[in-house]
T-cell receptor, first 113, second 113 residues
């Protein structure tokens, strides 16, 4: 079946530091890949997505590139802000389960001023 | 545009009680989902629906039931609540075309004591 593995958290950074959150996946076929963000007390929001190999998703300064050869979709941001503090989820859809998203366990990011 | 609305936001149940978590979306989305989120475990799919009158089990359906009589509503029923059902429950929906990701509700925090 499909699975998503994210780096263990929590991650604590100082403002303006560089962020990487690793995500690798296992799926049959050609899944679509997503990053969702969950701010405290809220539901998940779509941050960015990529639907085919070598696509780069980007939003709010965050980027992730769909790497089929390494089955990865790592999230990066060049300069984090305190307002980026949240839980980040990597997810995939497709590869035989077109109706459903499969989520990683989430990574808690805390950015200190 | 309200998006996905979940009620209630918080609830405490006693063991053996029953309740219904409500979910309504006003985006005319065909697909709707119920997830539960346990600490450090990501999101697990409980049930999903691909349209009115059609529902199917996800990864963790035991102890829950759903119905989908209209496009807008997708209630989740807990019969005979157990402490293991203490969790945060999220409803989500998406359109059946394209790959725009899911829209999530803000969640229901349920405690069974």
């Amino acid at each position: 079946g499909n699975s998503v593995t994210q780096m263990e958290g929590p991650v604590t950074l100082s403002e303006e530091a560089f962020l990487t959150i690793n995500c690798t996946y296992t799926a049959t076929g050609y899944p679509s890949l997503f990053w969702y963000v969950q701010y405290p007390g809220e539901g998940l929001q779509l941050l960015l997505k990529a639907t085919k190999a070598d696509d780069k998703g980007s939003n709010k300064g965050f980027e992730a590139t769909y790497r089929k050869e390494t089955t990865s979709f790592h999230l990066e941001k060049g300069s984090v802000q305190v307002s980026d503090s949240a839980v980040y989820f990597c997810a995939l859809r497709g590869g035989g389960s077109n109706y459903k998203l499969t989520f990683g366990k989430g990574t808690l990011l805390t950015v200190n001023p | 545009n309200a998006g996905v609305t979940q009620t209630p936001k918080f609830r405490i149940l006693k063991i053996g009680q029953s309740m219904t978590l409500q979910c309504t979306q006003d985006m005319n989305h065909n697909y709707m989902y119920w997830y539960r989120q346990d600490p450090g475990m990501g999101l697990k799919l409980i049930y999903y629906s691909v349209g009115a009158g059609i529902t199917d089990k996800g990864e963790v359906p035991n102890g829950y039931n759903v119905s989908r009589s209209t496009t807008e509503d997708f209630p989740l029923r807990l019969e005979l609540a157990a402490p293991s059902q203490t969790s945060v429950y999220f409803c989500a929906s998406r359109t059946g075309t394209g790959d725009r990701g899911y829209t999530f509700g803000s969640g229901t925090r349920l405690t069974v004591v």
